[in-house]
């Protein structure tokens, strides 16, 4: 067997462990660690369901042991480089907020206007084509038409009518 080893988390070649019996797939980093910890819970998790059932009445104690709000106040309390930086982050949050790319339509669905284009009431929209030739000039109409209610409506200004006065 060779000294060394390609750590299958950081892709790195490491010196083996003479400790570890069978073949090491990890190096000894923390992060490679928490890796291979991660990976072997995963697959316990798909393959044995007494650990399945296990970890979630575990899980379950724990949390009612630390509920969520508490462990998130300790978190915060013990890591204030990550406070800071997410306060940072979330004025740029609330400024995408307050300035959509794209402006919303004003549009108020009970409007009624004398001034409206359109008679209200049901109509039939109906895909159609232009004749090929151009002494057919029969349009050819497809009979699954769909029927559309008309309300008229303001507040469609500027974007939508644009030639409209
Ligand atoms: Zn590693």
């Not at 300790?74 to 979330?90: A, G, L, M, T, V």
Request: hydrophobic residues 20%.
């Amino acid at each position: 067997m060779s000294k060394t080893f390609k750590c299958r988390h950081c892709r790195r070649w490491c010196k083996r462990n003479p400790r570890i019996k069978g073949v090491q797939k990890y190096c000894g980093s923390r992060e490679c660690q928490n890796a291979r910890k991660k990976k072997w819970d995963h697959d316990q998790r798909l393959k044995n369901p007494d650990y399945r059932k296990h970890r979630r009445t575990s899980n379950q104690r724990w949390r009612d042991k630390y509920p969520g709000h508490k462990y998130q106040k300790e978190y915060r309390e013990s890591h204030p480089d990550y406070c800071k930086e997410n306060r940072r982050q979330q004025v740029s949050r609330n400024q995408n907020r307050q300035t959509p790319a794209i402006p919303p339509k004003i549009v108020k669905t009970d409007a009624l206007t004398s001034e409206s284009v359109a008679l209200q009431g049901l109509y039939v929209l109906l895909p159609y084509k232009k004749a090929v030739k151009k002494t057919d000039t029969k349009k050819i109409v497809k009979t699954d038409a769909l029927i559309v209610q008309i309300v008229a409506g303001t507040g469609f200004t500027g974007g939508l009518f644009p030639n409209s006065s």
